[in-house]
Each structure stands twice: as structure tokens, then as C-alpha cells.
């Protein structure tokens, strides 16, 4: 455990909050799919005075002396990252997964030109074009959604779009669907109009590497972007993969494939960022380094087994999920059309007796994004603390007892201990 002694000691309030934040994830269950705990090594690395050093440019072309140690890091990170995805060129420099995927945008296009994303209630991401960001005013955003009868992305729609629209960028990733792509398909389609195709694998990042899911590389897509933390189990930042060219310049755009490292290099800085945080990239590097070994092989498979089982659990107890189960990491229950409470209410609910979720929407919610009807719950982080199958099933009874004792602030007071209770049988990581 990294010593805070000088912390308590020239600032005893924020060490307070920190110590109320390590209780709170200890004595708790972190459920939220987007979410994971980094081991001691991530946490140590991201501590080092490695945070005191400017490193504007990219290895061997820096802007500022000093760097024999910082250019041997991140080469590491690339390195690393390129044989966990099996990429030809990789970015780690992105602050987040938002920024590079703002990068991929502005490497590519130029204002007015079009994407092809997925809806925002279909499970999308806000970076895939949703009208409250700014990314919405710049590029022409149109949409596909899932075949709300099967759970699958609608791909016959996709395709319909993307004919009548031309696009010049096909981006399939999610941040709440609970099954894998069709990358084969959507490759095709991005090659039948001239456009490059692009996934966003932010929550599967590590399931991906692991090969527990379809690797896009594998079928022929051109760009990879995604968070390091989630499934990955790094520190919070981004990332930026590319592999491969074509033999002719895509018919809707002049710049070519080839070009596809040079150009991103250039958005991300100095277009788009100054000086890399150097600290983040050195835990970065600690994490690839975590993801390549066998143990994060088991991590990832167990982490498949255990959404397979919670959510089959849940169904059981009377919960009615998204697509009926899941495919990968997480799942959605559909709270409204489960026990008439709204997603918001579940996710309060839960926080009471320790279990951390996050409310979201279902496909064609009707209901407004700070209340939706869903809520979506994954298990990345519970698996890093070591839980399994039998677990699952104990969490998912959880869940429904606080749905049934739900105007019982006593009964819920004694799920609570008998949860903190639970889960000190597996302690943090680190």
C-alpha cells in the first residue's frame, strides 16, 4: 500500500476524503461496467516523478531536453500495446477516451464531412455523435440502431444508411450493448462506399487482447480507439490503434490510408494536446505490460463467465435484460419494465446497501437521460477482487431483496451490513 504520510500531514482534509474513498470502494462492490480497481505496480507508477516532466512532441522528437528516460517509456507503452492488439502503430498519448476519439475525427475529416455512428439510446456513445457535443456542430452525424426484436445491431439498416449517406468514417463501438460486432459485416460495408472503418472498443479493450472478443484488426478495420482503464485495468487515459493500408486512396477522401499514423500522430499534438502526462503513459505501460501475462488471460475469461451467470440470475429473479442476457462484459436491466421503478431509483437503491451501478437508457427510452429506464451493470471490477460464479448468484439476490424491502430503511440497513460483511473476503487489489 503507497505511504500517505506526508499527505495527512500537509493536508489533512483531502486525506480524510481519501480515506472515506478507500472504505467506500473496499466495503462495496463496484458494479458499473465502465469501471475496474489497477493493481499496486498501475497505482506506483502513476506516483512517479515522471509527473514533474514536460515531453511535448513524441520519442526521439521532443521539444524539450531531458528525455532519454521518457522517450525509453513510451516506446515501451507503443511496443506493448501494438503486440496486445496486433496493430502496426499505436498513440498512447490521448488524456481520455474522448480525446482520442476527437483525434480520429480531425485526422480524417474536414468540417461538414459525414459519420455513420450508433444511436446514443441504442447504446452508443456520446463521441459518436450525439447532438449535445460539440463534435455534433462540426461533422454530419447520422445513425444506426439495434433490432430491438433480436438485440443485435441492425445491420441491414447500417448498410441502408450508409449507401444513401456516403460516409466517410463507419464507427461501430458501444457503451451499452450486450453483444459483439459483426466487424466482417460492417468492413464490407465501409469498403462497398470508400470509407474507413472504425471501432471504439473502450469496454472491451481488455477482452479484446485477452481474445475472449473479435479482435477489428482481425477484419480488416483501419483505426482502434480506446480508454486503457475498464476491461484493461490500466490507468484512466486513451489510445489510438491503426494497422494496415489499401492499395487505392478510398474513393470519398483524398487523404490516403497509409498516411492514417502520420495524421493521427499530428491531431493528438500538437493539434489537439500539449505535453503528454508522462506518469500516465509510464502506468500505461505497467498495465500493458499486466495484460500481456497469462493470469490476464484467466482475468479476462473469468470476468465472461461471471456476466454470463449474474445475468442469468437476474433473469431468473424476475429482472428483464436488454437483448435478453449478454455477450461480453455487461448487461442492462430494463428497471421500469422489470418492477416499475425508474433506473435513476435502482441506482439509489443500490448505493444504499454498497452496490455501485449506473442508471441508463434502454433502447427508445422515453424517459429523460438524467432518469432512464435502464440500468446498466458489469463484471470487470468484481472479478479483479477475485469473485466468481457464486458470487454472482449472491449479488444478484442482493439486488432483488433491495427491490422488495424497498420502503424498509431498516431492512435495507441490514442488507447493508450483511454486504460489507461479504466483501471483505476480497479485498482491493491493492
Same mark, same amino acid.
Given at each position: 500500500?503507497?505511504?500517505?504520510?506526508?499527505?495527512?500531514?500537509?493536508?489533512?482534509?483531502?486525506?480524510?476524503?481519501?480515506?472515506?474513498?478507500?472504505?467506500?470502494?473496499?466495503?462495496?462492490?463496484?458494479?458499473?461496467?465502465?469501471?475496474?480497481?489497477?493493481?499496486?505496480?498501475?497505482?506506483?507508477?502513476?506516483?512517479t516523478v515522471f509527473t514533474n516532466k514536460y515531453s511535448e512532441g513524441y520519442p526521439g522528437k521532443r521539444y524539450y531536453g531531458g528525455q532519454e528516460?521518457?522517450?525509453?517509456?513510451?516506446?515501451?507503452?507503443?511496443?506493448?500495446?501494438?503486440?496486445?492488439?496486433?496493430?502496426?502503430?499505436?498513440?498512447?498519448?490521448?488524456?481520455?477516451?474522448?480525446?482520442?476519439?476527437?483525434?480520429?475525427?480531425?485526422?480524417?475529416?474536414?468540417?461538414?464531412?459525414?459519420?455513420?455512428?450508433?444511436?446514443?439510446?441504442?447504446?452508443?456513445?456520446?463521441?459518436?455523435?450525439?447532438?449535445?457535443?460539440?463534435?455534433?456542430?462540426?461533422?454530419?452525424?447520422?445513425?444506426?440502431?439495434?433490432?430491438?426484436?433480436?438485440?443485435?445491431?441492425?445491420?441491414?439498416?447500417?448498410?441502408?444508411?450508409?449507401?444513401?449517406?456516403?460516409?466517410?468514417?463507419?464507427?461501430?463501438?458501444?457503451?451499452?450493448?450486450?453483444?459483439?460486432?459483426?466487424?466482417?459485416?460492417?468492413?464490407?460495408?465501409?469498403?462497398?462506399?470508400?470509407?474507413?472503418?472504425?471501432?471504439?472498443?473502450?469496454?472491451?479493450?481488455?477482452?479484446?487482447?485477452?481474445?475472449?472478443?473479435?479482435?477489428?484488426?482481425?477484419?480488416?478495420?483501419?483505426?482502434?480507439?480506446?480508454?486503457?482503464?475498464?476491461?484493461?485495468?490500466?490507468?484512466?487515459?486513451?489510445?489510438?490503434?491503426?494497422?494496415?493500408?489499401?492499395?487505392?486512396?478510398?474513393?470519398?477522401?483524398?487523404?490516403?490510408?497509409?498516411?492514417?499514423?502520420?495524421?493521427?500522430?499530428?491531431?493528438?499534438?500538437?493539434?489537439?494536446?500539449?505535453?503528454?502526462? =508522462?506518469? $500516465? +503513459?509510464? /502506468?500505461? !505501460?505497467?498495465?500493458?505490460?499486466?495484460?500481456?501475462?497469462? &493470469?490476464?488471460?484467466?482475468?479476462?475469461?473469468?470476468?465472461?463467465?461471471?456476466?454470463?451467470?449474474?445475468?442469468?440470475?437476474?433473469?431468473?429473479?424476475?429482472?428483464?435484460?436488454?437483448?435478453?442476457?449478454?455477450?461480453?462484459? =455487461?448487461? $442492462? +436491466?430494463? /428497471?421500469? !419494465?422489470?418492477?416499475?421503478?425508474?433506473?435513476?431509483?435502482? &441506482?439509489?437503491?443500490?448505493?444504499?446497501?454498497?452496490?455501485?451501478?449506473?442508471?441508463?437508457?434502454?433502447?427508445?427510452?422515453?424517459?429523460?437521460?438524467?432518469?432512464?429506464?435502464?440500468?446498466?451493470?458489469?463484471?470487470?471490477?468484481?472479478?479483479?477482487?477475485?469473485?466468481?460464479?457464486?458470487?454472482?448468484?449472491?449479488?444478484?439476490?442482493?439486488?432483488?431483496?433491495?427491490?422488495?424491502?424497498?420502503?424498509?430503511?431498516?431492512?435495507?440497513?441490514?442488507?447493508?451490513?450483511?454486504?460489507?460483511?461479504?466483501?471483505?473476503?476480497?479485498?482491493?487489489?491493492?
Amino acid at each position: 500500500m503507497i505511504d500517505y504520510k506526508s499527505l495527512r500531514k500537509i493536508d489533512p482534509l483531502l486525506f480524510n476524503i481519501l480515506q472515506a474513498e478507500v472504505r467506500r470502494q473496499s466495503d462495496g462492490l463496484e458494479l458499473i461496467a465502465s469501471e475496474n480497481y489497477v493493481s499496486t505496480a498501475v497505482l506506483e507508477a502513476l506516483g512517479t516523478v515522471f509527473t514533474n516532466k514536460y515531453s511535448e512532441g513524441y520519442p526521439g522528437k521532443r521539444y524539450y531536453g531531458g528525455q532519454e528516460n521518457t522517450d525509453q517509456i513510451e516506446t515501451i507503452a507503443i511496443e506493448r500495446a501494438k503486440t496486445l492488439f496486433k496493430c502496426d502503430h499505436a498513440n498512447v498519448q490521448p488524456l481520455s477516451g474522448a480525446i482520442a476519439n476527437t483525434a480520429v475525427y480531425f485526422s480524417w475529416l474536414e468540417p461538414g464531412d459525414t459519420v455513420l455512428g450508433m444511436r446514443l439510446d441504442h447504446g452508443g456513445h456520446l463521441t459518436h455523435g450525439s447532438p449535445v457535443t460539440k463534435l455534433a456542430k462540426l461533422f454530419n452525424f447520422v445513425r444506426y440502431g439495434i433490432d430491438t426484436e433480436t438485440g443485435d445491431i441492425d445491420y441491414n439498416q447500417l448498410r441502408d444508411i450508409a449507401l444513401k449517406n456516403q460516409p466517410k468514417l463507419i464507427l461501430v463501438g458501444y457503451s451499452a450493448y450486450t453483444r459483439d460486432i459483426d466487424y466482417g459485416f460492417v468492413k464490407s460495408v465501409a469498403d462497398e462506399v470508400g470509407a474507413v472503418a472504425w471501432a471504439d472498443i473502450a469496454h472491451i479493450a481488455g477482452l479484446v487482447a485477452a481474445g475472449e472478443m473479435r479482435n477489428p484488426f482481425d477484419y480488416g478495420f483501419q483505426i482502434v480507439s480506446t480508454t486503457t482503464h475498464k476491461t484493461l485495468r490500466g490507468p484512466r487515459g486513451g489510445m489510438i490503434l491503426t494497422k494496415g493500408v489499401v492499395s487505392n486512396p478510398l474513393k470519398n477522401v483524398e487523404k490516403k490510408v497509409e498516411n492514417l499514423p502520420t495524421l493521427i500522430d499530428r491531431t493528438v499534438f500538437p493539434g489537439l494536446q500539449g505535453g503528454p502526462l =508522462m506518469n $500516465i +503513459i509510464f /502506468a500505461k !505501460a505497467v498495465a500493458f505490460q499486466e495484460a500481456l501475462q497469462p &493470469e490476464f488471460k484467466e482475468y479476462a475469461k473469468q470476468v465472461m463467465r461471471n456476466a454470463k451467470v449474474l445475468a442469468q440470475e437476474l433473469t431468473n429473479l424476475g429482472f428483464k435484460l436488454v437483448t435478453g442476457g449478454t455477450e461480453n462484459h =455487461m448487461m $442492462i +436491466i430494463d /428497471a421500469i !419494465a422489470s418492477f416499475g421503478l425508474s433506473g435513476g431509483e435502482l &441506482e439509489v437503491l443500490l448505493d444504499k446497501i454498497g452496490l455501485t451501478a449506473s442508471k441508463s437508457m434502454v433502447p427508445d427510452d422515453t424517459r429523460s437521460p438524467f432518469d432512464p429506464s435502464g440500468l446498466r451493470i458489469g463484471t470487470p471490477a468484481i472479478t479483479t477482487r477475485g469473485m466468481k460464479e457464486d458470487s454472482m448468484l449472491q449479488i444478484a439476490k442482493w439486488i432483488r431483496h433491495v427491490v422488495d424491502i424497498r420502503h424498509d430503511e431498516r431492512q435495507i440497513q441490514l442488507l447493508r451490513d450483511e454486504v460489507r460483511e461479504y466483501v471483505r473476503n476480497f479485498p482491493l487489489p491493492s
